[in-house]
């Protein structure tokens, strides 16, 4: 497992625990925000990333993965594993953050299913 790999398990276990009486956790969505959390890893380390946000919590109704950087170049075009890992995201949206940074942010829908 990678890093954030890692804490998104940790996370979804605890969350999964505190509410087993409410939540199921979607078996496939769950896979998918795992290979998320395994590219943001690759992205982190190629771009020098200043921090990594993971939101795994019931509450947020979605899985999503925040990435702040101040570069995001891919040299070799849509050959990038990026372009291969982001086809796993629901959704994908870039902006600019309070800081001035990029902020890249991605997840998957329905990671938690109301029993």
């Not at 276990?13 to 998320?36: G, S, V």
């Not at 590219?39 to 190629?46: I, N, P």
């Not at 990026?82 to 800081?99: P, R, T, Y």
């Amino acid at each position: 497992m990678t890093h954030s790999q890692e804490i998104a398990h940790d996370l979804i276990e605890d969350y999964r625990i505190k509410y087993e009486d409410k939540y199921d956790l979607n078996a496939e969505q769950h896979r998918k925000i795992l290979c998320l959390c395994r590219l943001v890893d690759t992205l982190s380390d190629e771009f020098s990333a200043s921090a990594i946000d993971i939101q795994v919590a019931p509450n947020d109704v979605c899985g999503a993965i925040h990435l702040y950087t101040d570069e995001l170049i891919f040299e070799h075009g849509r050959s990038h594993q990026f372009f291969d890992d982001i086809k796993e995201a629901d959704f994908l949206s870039f902006s600019k953050s309070k800081s001035g940074e990029l902020q890249l942010r991605f997840g998957v829908n329905d990671l938690w299913v109301m029993k």
